[in-house]
């Protein structure tokens, strides 16, 4: 099984560092021109950097906009007008309890998580099913079907994630565009080790420890006890991207571990 993805341009939004980085980098390898997005020039330099050093032959573009705003989407769009793949990563999370969290921090989650890949879904799914393909991937995470009780707000945005995911794969059936979701759990990314930072430095752990500790504690159900590393997430988006995917569409795709205890989904 080869996935290629040779002459396909794909946007990656919040690409410059953890899952992101690492679906920017698994589509590079795929054959695919993958355009690296992030909010600081030097982040986005960085990024390119290091997809480079281990892919010298990687196509790569890079676009410095904020995608949580309206200007800074259109940005984006002026700059790569069309797209084969999209891969709406962007997204923030904290563990803040409910009632410490204002309305202006539910409203930046949801401007964050949920409308940037909405404005760019809306933009470029036009063209993809002009040309009769394409593939459209929202990152949600295990939270959006477990809602912790230590991230409320956070859960809402990443359910909100599933529902514009399969409610849009139904609006383009028979396109020959397909639109998923990815469910990650707990992932060793540089996000994760700053919220456990404080942890790790009260129990002498180092941040991989740390980060196992936490998903045997705070996601017990986890089956592999440990935290994903960002290359297992970004299998799952490397697939789904390719044409090899062409039946999975309107889905719901777990890469948490087993941290969802169900039969389904």
């Known amino acids: 099984m080869k996935l290629d993805l040779t002459d396909k341009i794909a946007v990656v939004s919040g690409s410059t560092s953890g899952i992101g980085l690492g679906i920017a980098d698994g589509l590079a390898q795929a054959g695919a021109t993958v355009v690296v997005v992030g909010r600081q020039e030097t982040s986005v330099a ?144 540089d996000g994760l080790k700053t919220m456990l930072a404080e942890a790790a430095e009260k129990s002498g752990r180092n941040a991989r420890e740390q980060a196992d500790e936490f998903v045997r504690s705070a996601r017990p159900s986890s089956i592999i006890q440990r935290a994903a590393d960002v290359e297992e997430v970004a299998n799952l988006a490397v697939y789904l991207a390719s044409p090899l995917s062409s039946a999975t569409t309107g889905a719901a795709l777990r890469v948490d571990g087993g941290v969802v205890d169900t039969l389904a989904m």
């Open 46 to 189: 960085t990024a390119i950097a290091s997809i480079k050093a281990k892919n010298p032959a990687a196509l790569l573009r890079g676009v410095v906009a904020d995608l949580t705003t309206e200007q800074g989407v259109a940005a984006l769009i002026a700059a790569v007008p069309v797209a084969d793949v999209l891969v709406n990563n962007l997204g923030i999370f904290n563990d803040k309890d409910f009632f410490t969290v204002p309305d202006d921090e539910w409203m930046h989650f949801y401007n964050v998580n949920v409308l940037s890949g909405v404005r760019l879904a809306r933009h470029y799914a036009t063209a993809m099913a002009e040309q009769g393909w394409g593939r459209i991937i929202f990152v949600s995470s295990e939270s959006g079907v477990a809602i912790p009780g230590d991230m409320i707000n956070y859960g809402v945005t990443k359910a909100a994630n599933l529902a514009v995911s399969h409610g849009l794969a139904k609006r383009l059936a028979g396109t020959g565009v397909t639109v998923n979701a990815i469910l990650p759990g707990p992932t060793f990314t």
